[in-house]
């Protein structure tokens, strides 16, 4: 089964676009373990959680999506 996530990441993990930080202020202050994350923490995550990366594609708006899938069982 293939995965796919979309993340937002602009720079060295900054938000530069003023909608854009407004967005993630809003998301952390519902709850503070939301919001954007960096690639390298989404990265972190998915490896935690036993999925390889097997694409990364740019998408609008300095959006990624990371595509994952579990490995195959031995």
Do not use: W
């Not at 930080?21 to 036993?50: C, H, T, V, W």
Request: with cysteine.
């Amino acid at each position: 089964r293939i995965h796919g996530y979309v993340i937002n990441v602009e720079g060295a993990g900054e938000l530069v676009s003023p909608g854009d930080r407004a967005f993630d202020a809003r998301l952390r202050a519902q709850d503070p373990e939301i919001g954007y994350k960096s690639i390298e923490n989404m990265r972190g995550f998915l490896i935690g959680a036993g999925l390889v990366e097997s694409a990364c594609h740019e998408m609008p708006a300095s959006n990624l999506m990371l595509v994952t899938q579990r490995p195959a069982a031995d």
